[in-house]
C-alpha cells in the first residue's frame, strides 16, 4: 500500500495556535511588569504578542483584566499615601555626612537634625478636589448638572425600554389582527 502524503495547498493560511496556556502561565509577570510601569504595548512586546491579541485576551479571561486592575491598584495607593501626606505635612530626619581633616587622619562626622515639611496647599486643593468633588470643585454648579444628567439619561433609557415593550405588544396585537 502507498502512503499518499498531502502538501499544504500554496496561499493556504495556516492558523497559528493560542498563546493564551503561555500567557496564562504568565500573569502574575504581567501584573509586575505593569506594576513596575510598563505599558500594555511593552507588555505585548516582552510577550511576543500583537497589542490587538492582548486586547482580545483581554475581552475574553476576566484573570488578565483582574491582575492588570491590581498592578495598578498599589502605585495609586502609594500616590495617595504621599500625596496625603504632603498635604498634611510631616516630620522627617535629614542626615549629614562631613569629613574633616584633623592632623593626618581624616575623621568622619554625622549629623542628624529632625525636620518638619509644612503643609503644601497645592496637595492640599488636589486631594481635597478629588475626594470631596461637591464642596472643593472647581465648578460646584457643573456636578449639580452631571448628577442631573445622569438622572435624566436613565430616564430616556427606562422610556426607550417601555415604547420598544408596547411597540412589540402593538406588532403583536396587529399580526394576530391580521390572521383572522
Not at 530626619?93 to 496647599?121: Q, W
Request: hydrophobic letters at 35%.
Amino acid at each position: 500500500m502507498k502512503k499518499i502524503i498531502r502538501e499544504p495547498l500554496k496561499g493556504a493560511i495556516e492558523l497559528s495556535k493560542s498563546k493564551w496556556p503561555e500567557i496564562k502561565k504568565n500573569i502574575p509577570l504581567i501584573e509586575k511588569w505593569s506594576r513596575d510601569g510598563l505599558d500594555e504595548k511593552q507588555i505585548c512586546k516582552n510577550l511576543g504578542i500583537a497589542v490587538s491579541t492582548f486586547e482580545n485576551y483581554k475581552t475574553r479571561h476576566k484573570e488578565l483584566v483582574e491582575a492588570l486592575k491590581r498592578s495598578k491598584a498599589v502605585p495609586i495607593m502609594e500616590i495617595e499615601n504621599a500625596l496625603y501626606r504632603r498635604a498634611t505635612g510631616y516630620e522627617y530626619e535629614e542626615v549629614k555626612t562631613y569629613i574633616k581633616l584633623e592632623g593626618d587622619k581624616e575623621v568622619r562626622y554625622t549629623e542628624k537634625t529632625k525636620k518638619h515639611l509644612p503643609p503644601d496647599v497645592a496637595a492640599c486643593f488636589i486631594l481635597l478636589k478629588n475626594k470631596d468633588r461637591g464642596n472643593w470643585s472647581d465648578n460646584p454648579m457643573r456636578v449639580d448638572i452631571d448628577r442631573e444628567m445622569a438622572e435624566f439619561k436613565k430616564a430616556i433609557e427606562r422610556e426607550k425600554l417601555e415604547l420598544s415593550a408596547e411597540r412589540l405588544d402593538l406588532d403583536k396585537e396587529v399580526s394576530s389582527l391580521k390572521n383572522f
